[in-house]
């Protein structure tokens, strides 16, 4: 069965790091488009961040652009999402997901779960002091 592990989640205080790791089983993640989502308690999921297949293009929300990077580890079959200068709004759950199609990376960014072809359980980020 194909999963997505997401990990590395945790609390930390404002201006702090954190590196989530998103790590796949039977799939292989560099045949897919990977996109990782947040959704924070009574808000709409916000796409974040999303890295192609086909020539590793990337697009950032603009909320996380200059402090969140997306980065394909090939040998461990895994995609990382490094987060610095941390706030308190980037408090969420975060979810990777994959998919296999040629839509544009800010259309796939900004999908639904359910229309990914896999999604994971998500790594709870808080951001406090």
């Known amino acids: 069965q194909v999963r997505l592990v997401e990990s590395g989640g945790g609390l930390v205080q404002p201006g702090g790091s954190l590196r989530l790791s998103c790590a796949a089983s039977?799939?292989?993640?560099?045949?897919?488009?990977v996109a990782w989502f947040r959704q924070a308690p009574g808000k709409e999921s916000e796409g974040v961040l999303c890295?192609?297949?086909?020539?590793?293009?990337?697009y950032y929300a603009d909320s996380v652009k200059g402090r969140f990077t997306i980065s394909r580890d090939t040998a461990k079959n895994t995609v990382h999402l490094q987060m610095n200068s941390l706030k308190p709004e980037d408090t969420a759950v975060y979810y990777c997901?994959?998919?296999?199609?040629?839509?544009?990376?800010?259309?796939?960014?900004?999908?639904?779960?359910?229309?990914?072809?896999?999604w994971g359980q998500g790594t709870q980020v808080t951001v406090s002091s």
């Open positions: 890295i192609s297949h086909t020539d590793g293009s990337t």
């Open positions: 039977i799939l292989s993640l560099d045949y897919y488009t």
């Open positions: 997901a994959a998919v296999d199609d040629e839509a544009s990376l800010t259309e796939i960014a900004t999908r639904n779960r359910y229309q990914y072809d896999y």
